[in-house]
């Protein structure tokens, strides 16, 4: 849990230092791969800033894209949490079983 608001916290503070640039080669699907990959570091206490890749990208779109990012990891964890516990459900369900006569 404190490695998943290490990684929100990491990836907010990335938002909040964006800034707005205009540039004719701006490319949302880069941007948002670069932003993804930077979450995926942070698991790792890298430290993030705005990817070259955001450039051109106005703020509003990069924290959409980071709201995006931490909503899709959260749901991730929510499903694997929830597969864990039908696992364990599932085991002791068959200990019970195994244990009856």
Do not use: H, W
Request: proline letters at 3%.
């Amino acid at each position: 849990m404190r490695t998943r608001t290490a990684i929100t916290a990491a990836l907010l503070a990335l938002v909040a230092t964006t800034a707005a640039c205009s540039s004719d080669k701006a490319d949302p699907a880069a941007c948002k791969a670069a932003m993804e990959k930077q979450f995926k570091d942070a698991a790792d206490g890298k430290e993030g800033s705005r990817p070259d890749e955001c450039d051109g990208i106005d703020d509003k779109t990069v924290r959409k894209y980071a709201a995006d990012i931490v909503s899709d990891q959260a749901n991730k964890e929510v499903e694997k949490s929830l597969d864990d516990v039908e696992q364990e459900i599932d085991d002791t369900l068959e200990d019970l079983e195994a244990s009856t006569p």
